[in-house]
């Protein structure tokens, strides 16, 4: 046995305390991968809002502590607690690996309510405005974007996306890097809005 499992396959879907300060409090359900022979946790997403996230460090390690100090049985008998073993690193856990950058996209939260402040150079004016994006870690670019501007939420234009994806990229590479810490997701999949036409002038936000 050299890894336990949590995931689609298993009985029961695990559940776990966030660590986040956000919602510390609230259990979620997780897909994991525990490797035995490491006694650490390689891979974690988690359902937040409909959608599968990629785990954080932070998260990855409560549930370590969890399982290692406090949930041990599952471990010494995953079957009983709705788990399964396996000798090889279940396929859906390459993109979930805790610490790998170049995994899955990095996304604002319309629905959580966390959008990202850009500068834009607007006719010679620098003009501050807030947008949402998903940034694809693969292809590194951003392949949605929508922007904020006075009569609602539009579509970006090509030379805002550009400019959005450099300043990424380049002043806030650390954003992408732990994106977490900047009030951002990294999903296992491309948010569903991200591929909805929009009306310009709309109210709101993008609707998850």
Same mark, same amino acid.
């Given at each position: 046995?050299?890894? =336990? =499992?949590?995931?689609?396959?298993?009985?029961?879907?695990?559940?776990?305390?966030? $660590?986040?300060?956000?919602?510390?409090?609230?259990?979620?359900?997780?897909?994991?991968? @525990?490797?035995?022979?490491?006694?650490? /946790? %390689?891979?974690?997403? %988690?359902?937040?809002?409909?959608?599968?996230?990629?785990?954080?460090?932070?998260?990855?390690?409560?549930?370590?502590?969890?399982?290692?100090?406090?949930?041990?049985?599952?471990?010494? *008998?995953?079957?009983?607690?709705?788990?399964?073993?396996?000798?090889?690193?279940?396929?859906? $856990?390459?993109?979930?690996?805790?610490?790998?950058?170049? +995994?899955?996209?990095?996304?604002?939260?319309?629905?959580?309510?966390?959008?990202?402040? #850009?500068? @834009?150079?607007?006719?010679?004016?620098?003009?501050?405005? *807030?947008? #949402?994006? =998903?940034?694809?870690?693969?292809?590194?670019?951003?392949? +949605?974007?929508? =922007?904020?501007?006075?009569?609602?939420?539009?579509?970006?234009?090509?030379?805002? %996306?550009?400019?959005?994806?450099?300043?990424?990229?380049? $002043?806030? #590479?650390?954003?992408?890097?732990?994106?977490?810490?900047?009030?951002?997701?990294?999903?296992?999949?491309?948010?569903?809005?991200? +591929?909805?036409?929009?009306?310009?002038? /709309?109210?709101?936000?993008?609707?998850?």
């Amino acid at each position: 046995m050299r890894y =336990v =499992v949590s995931d689609p396959e298993c009985q029961n879907a695990w559940q776990h305390g966030s $660590a986040s300060q956000d919602d510390p409090d609230t259990k979620r359900e997780c897909h994991f991968v @525990f490797d035995v022979q490491r006694s650490e /946790v %390689i891979a974690m997403q %988690i359902l937040r809002n409909s959608q599968w996230e990629i785990a954080s460090a932070d998260e990855a390690e409560s549930l370590e502590d969890s399982l290692l100090f406090g949930d041990h049985d599952a471990l010494d *008998d995953p079957e009983t607690h709705g788990l399964r073993t396996s000798s090889d690193v279940p396929d859906w $856990a390459e993109k979930a690996k805790i610490g790998t950058e170049a +995994a899955g996209y990095v996304a604002t939260d319309p629905e959580g309510g966390t959008t990202w402040s #850009h500068i @834009f150079d607007e006719d010679g004016d620098e003009i501050q405005r *807030d947008c #949402h994006f =998903v940034f694809d870690c693969a292809s590194n670019e951003v392949i +949605a974007m929508r =922007v904020e501007r006075d009569l609602g939420w539009d579509d970006a234009s090509r030379s805002e %996306i550009e400019d959005l994806e450099e300043s990424l990229k380049d $002043a806030n #590479h650390e954003a992408l890097e732990q994106p977490h810490s900047w009030g951002l997701r990294r999903l296992v999949a491309a948010p569903e809005w991200a +591929a909805e036409p929009l009306t310009c002038g /709309v109210d709101a936000g993008p609707e998850m």
